[in-house]
Each structure stands twice: as structure tokens, then as C-alpha cells.
């Protein structure tokens, strides 16, 4: 197939580089790949909303600014949080030109919430859905653009780059098993984060880092993936899914307690339960490390339920499934894997270091959340990309799209055992949720990355032209995702935001 503009994701990311160049461009050809359903996406399950300044007598561009520095730990790119937080109201009103529904207070204004990190309340909300009001808006909109294919249920499995440049991608028809290339003038990885290598994560089954494995695969920079963060609230329970209990919860008032119903986080940090997410996430590994607990609890007791209903109805109804009433019970929570802050390296035009390959949303890395994400900060962080990307190609001239076949015979097929990939995955998602997680220390790190080693270069064998299933090809891009995240946190020195090494000072 051919194309000018290949879009690897459906999610916020690629849906609004799409709807942009289809608008400017309707005589122009973009094909979306998506490996699963449409919708399914980290987008979708976004809760809490997206941080934009919309009250400009209290609060200011200058405090979002600050805040998200703060949260960065010392290693945000002052000039690019900048323009994404001074552009955040001009894309908040393209998703609601878009159709996008937010929450509004009574006088009409939008109802701004609040989140921890944040100095002021400027978190725009759906209910407690707010990804998915986003991705069914935004998703519609794409879909009126007769110049967007769509091609879900397929897998982009390579980047094609030859002649120092992207040229496309091999992607498998996951519904007939067969592989094909797909030839663009422009290539964008849009293909979200990396959750799916640990063990308990709030993020989506597609989120296995797949792009930023074929970004690695051709030598694409690729940075900060040590930061990752950990969202402190996820509902503690026995179920495969882990739900979130959004960070806006405790902005409303809830309180986090131990079993003795003591709020803790004050012995930990002032800001008590607004203190910012890798502060908490930390505060409650220390307290249960300290008393041996499975968890601490979120308590909503307290407060007036009618509008806790009103905000967080999503939230309640999953907690009654679990038989939790939030109006009379404690809810138990664990910190568990939320986001990756780092990511391909992408300038202010969201170019990768590879000629004509852009990222943008959460697999690429921006310089936006340096050591670490404030809250609601991705979302906007996507679309400001989204539509940086665009404004560059909106004056790049077309490429001539190349075309070279590959030849079938080059593909052989393997059969490799499911159980086989069931198996390693199941071995590498314990590994990383073990040694990889709120707080490492060298020597775990330097035997997982052994493992690491061996695994991968075993997959890359296999690998080598062969047709394989997608879930080995997922667990062979998780593999070498996860090579990144661990040398990356070998090498750093010095404890950062959401990052923490026991023993950094020794090796300094
Ligand atoms: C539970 C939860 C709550 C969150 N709450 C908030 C919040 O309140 N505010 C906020 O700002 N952020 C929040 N986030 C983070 C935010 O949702 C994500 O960072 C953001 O939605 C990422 O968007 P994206 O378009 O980059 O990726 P995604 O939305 O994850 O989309 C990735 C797309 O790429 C596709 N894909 C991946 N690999 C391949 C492949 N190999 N081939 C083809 N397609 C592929 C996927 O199928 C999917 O369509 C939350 C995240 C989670 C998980």
C-alpha cells in the first residue's frame, strides 16, 4: 500500500495529526493503524482530565508553568513547557469545536478540578470518563474525513528505513495473519506507553511500547526512560485489571489513611495528600514496607456523596462491583505502574532523529515532564504535539512515496508454541514489576538486565524473517523496551522525580 501519511496509534495522538492534515489536506491520503479496536487506547481510560489554564483571574499561564517544573524535578525543558501550557487553551477549544463535552459549573463556565502537584484548579473534566469523551469525540471527527482510512486490527511490526530515511512500515493484517508494507511520505508513531511490562499497571493491553521498540530497532534516539511513574491510587484487588482511582479524588477531599486510620502522608510531606504523585506513590510503599500491609485506603466517608456521585460516578459503580460503598467503607488502594515520562526523542516540530519519522503523545518524549508528569499534563501534552507536527508539515513539500515490494518468499512461517510466549511474558512482567519498580537498587537492576539480554537476542534470532503471531511480536518489543528502561536506570546517578535507586550515591 502506499500513502503520504502513515499514523501508527488511534489514540488523542494520532486521531488529532489525522483530522489536522485531512482538514488542510483533503486531496491527500492518511491511513491510521491501529492494532486493535479503535477506541481501545490509554486515551480512553483517562479520568481525571486535561490541565489547561481557563480561570485567568485566579490562577495563570506563569503557575502552570512553575507547577509543572516543580513536578519536573530540575530536568523540564523550560522553553517547550512554555509553549505547551501557553498553547493548552487554543487545543482545549479544538476537541470542543471537535465535539468534545466537558463538565460546566453552574453559571456555565467549564467546572475546573483540582489535582495533586497542581497550585490551582484547572483540571477540565468529563465526569470521571474524560478520555473517553475525548476519544468518542474525537474519533467521530476522523471518521468524517472521507481521506482517512482506518486499518485496525493491524500491527505495525517494523519501521521501514532505508535511504537514511522512514519510508513506512511492515504491518500484519492481524485478522488474516499476513504481512504487507505500507509505503508513506511521512511516517508518525503515535502508539501510547509501555504499562503491559509490569505486572500490575492502570494502562491499557496495547500499551507494550511497541513504537518505541521500532523507533530503538532503527536507531532512533530514544530518552529519560528510567522516569516512570507510578500512580499512587489504584484499587487493590484480586481482579487481572487494575482500576484507577483518579488523583482527582483526593483533590476532592479524600483522605489517605492507614488501617489505623491515621492520614500518613503528613509524616512524609506537608502538602499531605495533594503532595505530587511519585511523593505519595513513595509514602505508601514506605508505610506498607513499615507495617507489612497489603495496602492502605482511600476514605470518602466524609464527604457529601451526592457530589461525589455526581463527579465520579464511573468510580463509584466499579467499587460497588467490588462490593466497596463508598459512602460508608474505606477503599483499598496500592500504588501501581501509570506512565512513562520518557520516550523517542522528538524536537519542537516532533521530528524523531530519523528523517521523516515523528512521535508525538505518549511514546515520545518531549522535554515537557522531565523527571517526572504533573498531573492531566499528557493529554495536553498530545495535542499540542499533535498540532505542532502538523504546522510543520503543513509546509513540507510532499515526499514521492517510494515503492519497492517485498518479496513473500522472504517470510517463512514459525510456528512457536503460545504457552511459550504465555510463559516469558508472564516471567518478564514479575522481573520488571520486581526489580524495575518504585525503588531499584543496582544490583537487581544489573541481573535483570542479564536476563533482559539473553531474552532479546534470543527473540531478534527468531525474529529474523519470519512471519511470527503479534503476541510474540509484542513481548519481543516489551523485551527490548525494557533492555532501555534498565540500563537507563543503571546509568543514572542521581535520584530524580519519579525516579529512585537505593544506592545511586555509591556509584556516582
Ligand atoms: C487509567 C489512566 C488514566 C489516565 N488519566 C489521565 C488524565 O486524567 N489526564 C491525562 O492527561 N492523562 C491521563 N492518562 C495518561 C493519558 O491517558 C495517556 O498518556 C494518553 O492518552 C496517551 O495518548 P496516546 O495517543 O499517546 O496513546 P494511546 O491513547 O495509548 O494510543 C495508542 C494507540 O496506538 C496503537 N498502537 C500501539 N502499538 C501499535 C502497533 N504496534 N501497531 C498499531 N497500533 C499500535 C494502540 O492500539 C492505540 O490506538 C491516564 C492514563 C491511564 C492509563
Redesign the pocket.
Known amino acids: 500500500m502506499k500513502t503520504d501519511y502513515l499514523i ?9 495529526v489525522a483530522i489536522k492534515l485531512a482538514e488542510q489536506f483533503p486531496e491527500r491520503k492518511i491511513i491510521i ?4 479496536s ?14 489547561v489554564v481557563m480561570d485567568k483571574i485566579n490562577d495563570h499561564f506563569e503557575k502552570h508553568i512553575e507547577d509543572t517544573l516543580i513536578c519536573g524535578d530540575g530536568l523540564c525543558n523550560r522553553e517547550v513547557v512554555e509553549w505547551v501550557v501557553t498553547e493548552g487553551p487554543k487545543r482545549l477549544q479544538e476537541l470542543m469545536d471537535w465535539g468534545t463535552q466537558f463538565d460546566r459549573a453552574e453559571d456555565g463556565t467549564l467546572d475546573l478540578g483540582k ?1 495533586g502537584g497542581h497550585s490551582y484548579h484547572r ?1 477540565v ?1 468529563h465526569k470521571d470518563q ?2 473517553k469523551e475525548i ?1 468518542r469525540a474525537v474519533l467521530a471527527k476522523a471518521h468524517r474525513h472521507k481521506n482517512i482510512q482506518f486499518l485496525d486490527y ?4 517494523d519501521l521501514l528505513v532505508f535511504d537514511n530515511g522512514c519510508k513506512g512500515a511492515l ?1 500484519l493484517n492481524e485478522r488474516i495473519g499476513k504481512q504487507f508494507a505500507i509505503y508513506a511520505g511521512f511516517t508518525i508513531l ?4 509501555i ?1 503491559q511490562l509490569y505486572r500490575k ?4 493491553v ?6 518505541i521498540a ?1 523507533a530503538i530497532r532503527v536507531n532512533a534516539e530514544v530518552n529519560d526512560m528510567e522516569f516512570i511513574q507510578f ?1 499512587p491510587t489504584a484499587l487493590y484487588s484480586k481482579a487481572a485489571h487494575t ?2 482511582i ?3 479524588v483526593r483533590g476532592f477531599g479524600a483522605y489517605l489513611i492507614n488501617k489505623n486510620g491515621h492520614r500518613f502522608l503528613f509524616d512524609y510531606d506537608s502538602r499531605g495528600e495533594l503532595a505530587s504523585r511519585d511523593i505519595v506513590s513513595r509514602s505508601i510503599a514506605a508505610e506498607l514496607k513499615k507495617s507489612g500491609d497489603d495496602c492502605v485506603f482511600l476514605d470518602t466517608t466524609h464527604l457529601d456523596q451526592n457530589a461525589f456521585k455526581k463527579h465520579f460516578p464511573a468510580i463509584v459503580a466499579h467499587c460497588l462491583t467490588e462490593g466497596i460503598d463508598v459512602s460508608v467503607d474505606w477503599i483499598p488502594v496500592i500504588p501501581v505502574q ?2 512513562l515520562c520518557g520516550g523517542i526523542t522528538v524536537n519542537g516540530n516532533g521530528q524523531t532523529s530519523v528523517e521523516n519519522l515523528f512521535a ?5 518524549r518531549t522535554g515537557l515532564h522531565g523527571a517526572n ?1 504533573l ?8 495535542v499540542v504535539y499533535a498540532h505542532r507536527i502538523f504546522c510543520f508539515l503543513k509546509d513540507t513539500e510532499l515526499l514521492a512515496v517510494p515503492f519497492t515490494s517485498v518479496s513473500k518468499e522472504q517470510f517463512k512461517e514459525y510456528q512457536i508454541p503460545a504457552e511459550f510466549i504465555m510463559e516469558r511474558d508472564s516471567v518478564l512482567k514479575n522481573l520488571i514489576q520486581q526489580n524495575v519498580g518504585i525503588v531499584r537498587n543496582m544490583e537487581d537492576l544489573e541481573d535483570t538486565l542479564r536476563q533482559l539480554i539473553l531474552w532479546r537476542d534470543e527473540c531478534e534470532r527468531i525474529s529474523q524473517n519470519h512471519h511470527l503471531p503479534k503476541e510474540f ?2 513481548l519481543r ?1 516489551k523485551i527490548t523496551v525494557a533492555v532501555s528502561l534498565v540500563t537507563a536506570s543503571l546509568n543514572r546517578t542521581e535520584n530524580k522525580g519519579c525516579f529512585f535507586k537505593e544506592d545511586t550515591a555509591r556509584f556516582k
Open positions: 501508527i496509534g488511534s489514540g488523542i495522538a494520532g486521531l488529532s493503524v491501529t492494532k486493535s479503535k477506541e481501545e487506547s490509554n486515551t480512553q481510560y483517562a479520568q481525571g482530565g486535561i490541565a489535582e483540571v473534566h474524560t478520555g476519544e493491524h500491527f505495525a511490526v504491518v503515535a502508539t501510547g506507553g504499562g499497571t492502570t494502562n491499557s496495547i500499551a507494550t511500547g511497541d513504537g521500532m500512580h482500576f484507577l483518579s488523583e482527582a501509570h506512565y508525538c503523545g505518549e511514546c515520545s508528569r498531573a492531566s499534563n499528557s493529554l495536553l501534552e498530545a511480536m509484542e518489543n
